[in-house]
């Protein structure tokens, strides 16, 4: 399996290019696609010996039940989130007006000025006790959050803790057939030439005044090289990663390498789920499809029976008692001693492991999305956030900050004020 920040990065740079190809519009419909079709099932929270939270069929009763633990931390929660959100989505406006930002500090500033800079150095639990929400909230339903969706605690930054929140509320779709239609297809409508190669080193070269940029890599049929004006890195640089690009012949050197990411390890087992260890001896009535964890247990952050990728119109989930397939989310692989508590047996295991995040909060500054002056690094903006909405708006930004430098309109980079210069121009 690919590393899921690579993939992130190599579909983001794909929407950019495809939004300008179809004039904007890169919606999965537009390269012929359809929303993959839900099916439901009930969540819970585990918190190592019950249950601290569990899911009904019934909307006004899962919230009688929220308000009744938490009163209404769950409210300003949401409306935390939501007046981030509602500062984050000015970026759109932003780039639909060709605006574009050299690193990632100017671009949080021009979308929530110094509360977004702070919030990349403050942690979640910090942001979010500061506007009432409690700390048994905080334990029991956040970090569960952000252990299935960074695999990290409420110590994270707050930024990044604001995203993965907003993608937990429900809101969010697959593809029909795999998401991984969305990158081929995209790769098809942009019309690129791939070379299907390793890139190994980048060396700044001049013509005529000017950057050249001779990049090298490899592949099973040998070695090769090509010369470009612009260079665009849409993969991550950091300290875990083997293959790691060389940057020669800058001056002063170029130190684009970055922090540590997170290891994340998936297991598809298809077995009988124990239910007993969830509190359910008689495992007819065990009724959760979806269970994060909160700090405990330690060995594994989320588990869910997972659906096809192609949902027919007569599929059902299978039921509690039968094998089915789920998905373990966990920091390292699992012994089998953990399979056998999570499973009372097992026809087969399948194991992906990869350094899918950031570890957030491991850097003191934020990086810059421009290396050079026509090299570009587009996971920069997973420092701040990781998802892969965020790489889309990083891939944006990137091809108009290229094509801003390349043409010398430099009143489209690093403005402040762009809200007040918006209005303006409408």
């Keep these: 399996m690919a590393r899921a920040a690579r993939l992130f990065a190599a579909l983001a740079t794909l929407l950019a290019a495809a939004a300008a190809a179809t004039g904007g519009d890169a919606r999965p419909s537009k390269i012929g696609l359809k929303h993959r079709r839900e099916v439901v099932g009930r969540s819970a929270i585990f918190g190592g010996e019950n249950f601290v939270l569990e899911e009904t069929d019934w909307y006004l009763l899962n919230l009688f039940r929220l308000w009744w633990h938490y ?10 989130v939501e007046e981030v959100m509602e500062k984050f989505m000015r970026i759109y406006k932003y780039q639909a007006h060709g605006y574009a930002f050299s690193g990632v500090e100017e671009l ?8 977004f800079i702070n919030m990349t150095q403050r942690s979640v639990a910090e942001s979010l006790l500061q506007v009432g929400v409690t700390q048994r909230f905080i334990d029991d339903i956040v970090s569960a959050v952000l252990r299935a969706s960074y695999g990290q605690s409420a110590a994270m930054p707050a930024f990044a803790g604001a995203m993965a929140l907003a993608g937990a509320q429900g809101t969010l779709w697959s593809v029909e057939g795999g998401n991984k239609l969305v990158c081929s297809g995209l790769l098809k409508l942009s019309k690129a030439n791939v070379i299907h190669a390793t890139v190994t080193s980048v060396t700044l070269q001049h013509t005529e005044g000017k950057p050249l940029y001779l990049v090298e890599y490899e592949n099973e049929v040998g070695t090769g090289f090509d010369f470009y004006d612009i260079v665009v890195i849409a993969t991550p640089l950091h300290l875990d990663n083997s293959s790691t690009i060389a940057f020669e012949g800058f001056d002063p050197p170029l130190d684009a390498t970055q922090d540590s990411f997170q290891p994340t390890v998936v297991s598809l087992v298809h077995g009988y789920l124990n239910s007993s260890y969830f509190g359910f001896p008689d495992p007819k009535l065990f009724p959760f499809a979806n269970i994060l964890t909160t700090d405990f247990p330690t060995f594994f952050w989320a588990l869910d029976n997972i ?47 990869w350094q899918a995040h950031p570890v957030h909060g491991s850097r003191t500054t934020l990086p810059r999305f421009a290396l050079h002056d026509q090299l570009f690094h587009l996971n920069a903006l997973e420092w701040a956030a990781s998802s892969v909405e965020v790489m889309a708006v990083a891939a944006k930004n990137v091809a108009l900050l290229a094509y801003n430098r390349w043409y010398q309109d430099l009143d489209k980079i690093d403005q402040k004020d762009l809200m007040h210069k918006v209005k303006t121009e409408l």
């Design 71 to 80: 009163g209404i931390s769950f409210l300003r929660l949401q409306m935390w």
């Design 108 to 115: 949080l500033y021009s979308l929530g000025e110094s509360s």
């Design 307 to 353: 659906c096809p990728v192609n949902i027919s119109t007569s599929f059902r989930r299978k039921q509690p008692q039968e094998a089915a397939i789920w998905r373990v989310q966990s920091p390292k692989p699992l012994l089998r001693s953990q399979l056998k508590t999570l499973f009372r047996s097992y026809y087969s295991v399948q194991t992906a492991e």
